[in-house]
């Protein structure tokens, strides 16, 4: 077994690892259905698991808990993970998905959402080799609500496709999507980010904001913004801003005496660190941390 | 200690803005420079920090005799040159404090290491001295900030950073009535004569809180006339015109211009 130190000996662990499963959290489990029925923090982790090819996540009604999703793959996979977010729950989901060496993934996540459930999605991605993530939300209940953060910090000749949709199929129900995307070295990121609002749902609000940073000439970021609106009574935005570092904030840290190496890092840092301020458990944080920051040393360091 | 500046000629894609300035500052002096807009008092200051944009066609700038047209910008900033700048450049995500002490630290010594406490009191003590609030070193760097906070914020990097010689461009503009008395005691306060201050600015108000031992009059690209406090007397009074009809200097701005052409049959 290879779980993450940080996560081995956690209560509230409940881990794919092996083709053997460890229920620390002691969560009911059948087949590949999850069933949450009490507590508010959860650790699940897979590594070389591939018993089930999709794995089924039950949120009740009222519930209010925090998924950390971890998967440390050392051979290429494949899974797709859905999440039943019934009325009036509340869910954090965060995920990261690493890689021992360069392999392939392709990773999907289906969330569905009851009446005024809320689902907030951190995605962090470092990961190292080919990765294909969907992920798609359903607003199926009135007044339902997500909102979406994500971090790819592009590195070693890396692939990433993302395809993010979020889908508006009850009034009132709002969505806001923010991907912050850097890469370094001939990292590729491609993304499709769709907000649709079916006609009927009115008062419904749909937004969407993607900015990247191009560290190295031959990098590459490639971002498709899509809305596709079908009702007049709502409200939807979207934008994408992709380019180099600022020069104007580079001469500004310049100016104080910060090295060329320290303004660019510093100015990553602050690129990142409010993602990772949104994570609340401090290991998982102080890990993203050290992950990215070993990427961005490697870049600016080759400079 | 000295900044001399001979005969600089600057020009940004290929306009020609400084036509052959001299100036030299030592140490303890305070010099304004005033004029109209456009002449190229900014210009000055972005030249000797080593803005990118700017290209020297000739002339030098120099430090205790040695050229810094050479170096790089954090070079110059770390051999004591500060610029506070007219629109402080927002950087979200990274905090006041942790620039600050990335600042601080990069002038310390490889062997040296940051007392953190004694600079978060000296940080605070900025900060207070400025009345900038509390919160401020959590605060991302300029963002969100008022015109008169990133104003106040540049005088307490400068505080933190204790340079040699500080350009302090229009550091009046965006500051009210008290705000500018606040940070016009807070530059006096650090005069020393281990600080040489060049201010720029269009007003008498800023001086009447940092007095100039010299003011120096700036028109199309190079110092015209100095003089001392008298000299911003008048410019208050008289602005700019007396100058140049006394000197005899053509305004290029009043260039005569066309409205276009009528056809005319013959």
Redesign the interface.
């Known amino acids: 077994m290879e779980i993450v130190k940080y996560l081995v000996n956690n209560p509230n662990l409940i881990a794919f690892d092996n083709q053997e499963i460890i229920n620390n959290a002691k969560i009911f489990i059948k087949n590949n259905h999850l069933l949450f029925r009490s507590g508010k923090e959860f650790f699940i982790f897979l590594d070389n698991y591939d018993k089930y090819s999709e794995l089924n996540l039950d949120i009740k009604e009222n519930q209010n808990i925090k998924i950390y999703l971890i998967t440390y793959q050392s051979r290429n996979f494949k899974i797709k993970y859905n999440f039943n977010v019934s009325s009036n729950a509340k869910l954090e989901v965060f995920t990261n998905f690493l890689s021992k060496r360069k392999t392939t993934a392709s990773i999907a996540l289906d969330f569905t959402l009851g009446e005024n459930a809320y689902l907030k999605l951190l995605n962090a991605l470092t990961f190292k080799g080919r990765i294909e993530l969907s992920s798609l939300v359903n607003l199926n209940g009135k007044n339902a609500k997500t909102e979406i953060e994500l971090l790819n910090v592009g590195g070693n000749d890396s692939e990433y496709f993302v395809n993010q949709t979020v889908n508006h199929n009850e009034i009132a129900t709002l969505s806001d999507i923010n991907n912050w995307l850097i890469s370094t070295d001939n990292s590729k990121l491609k993304y499709t980010v769709t907000g649709k609002i079916v006609k009927g749902m009115e008062h419904s609000k749909c937004h969407q904001s993607n900015k990247g940073i191009m560290l190295a000439s031959d990098s590459e970021i490639m971002v498709e913004p899509k809305l596709l609106i079908d009702e007049y009574d709502v409200e939807a935005s979207h934008g994408a801003a992709i380019g180099q570092m600022d ?3 580079l ?10 190496q ?2 660019k890092s ?2 990553i ?6 993602f990772i301020n949104m994570i609340n458990n401090q290991e998982v944080a102080k890990q993203l941390t050290s992950q990215i920051s070993r990427l961005i040393r490697r870049k600016t360091n080759n400079e | 200690m000295t900044l001399e500046i001979k005969d600089l000629y600057v020009s940004i894609e290929d306009n020609l803005i400084l036509k052959g300035l001299n100036l030299k500052v030592n140490g303890g002096e305070t010099h304004a420079i005033m004029g109209p807009n456009g002449t190229g008092k900014s210009t000055l200051a972005q030249i000797c ?4 944009s700017y290209k020297i066609e000739s002339g030098d700038i120099l430090l205790d005799g040695e050229s810094i047209v050479e170096k ?3 070079e110059r ?2 051999m004591g040159l ?2 506070a ?1 007219q629109n ?7 905090t006041n404090f ?2 600050v002490k ?2 601080v630290q ?2 310390m010594a490889k062997d040296e290491h940051l007392r953190i406490g004694r600079f978060i009191l000296k940080f605070e003590k900025a900060s207070q001295d400025l009345k900038m609030g509390q919160g401020l070193a959590h605060r ?2 300029n963002q969100g900030f008022s015109g008169g906070e990133k104003k106040r914020n540049e005088i307490l ?1 400068m505080k933190m ?1 204790n340079p040699r010689f500080a350009f302090l461009d229009e550091i009046d503009s965006g500051l009210d009535v008290d705000a500018l008395k606040l940070v016009g005691e807070n530059v006096t306060e650090q005069k020393s004569p281990n600080l040489g201050l060049i201010l720029i600015t269009h007003y008498q108000r800023l001086l009447d809180y940092i007095v100039p031992d010299f003011v120096h009059i700036m028109i199309n690209g190079k110092i015209v006339m100095t003089g001392k406090e008298e000299l911003i007397k008048h410019i208050d009074q008289e602005g700019y015109d007396w100058v140049k009809k006394d000197l005899g200097i053509d305004d290029e701005d009043k260039k005569p211009y066309s409205l276009g052409t009528c056809p005319s049959k013959h």
């Open positions: 020069e104007l904030q001469y500004y840290l310049l100016s104080r005496g910060l090295s060329v320290e303004a510093l100015i840092t602050g690129y990142t660190n409010p | 920090m080593g803005h990118p790089t910008v954090d900033s770390r500060f610029l700048m402080p450049i927002e950087v979200p995500g990274v942790d620039f990335a600042a990069t002038r991302f760097l990097q950073l």
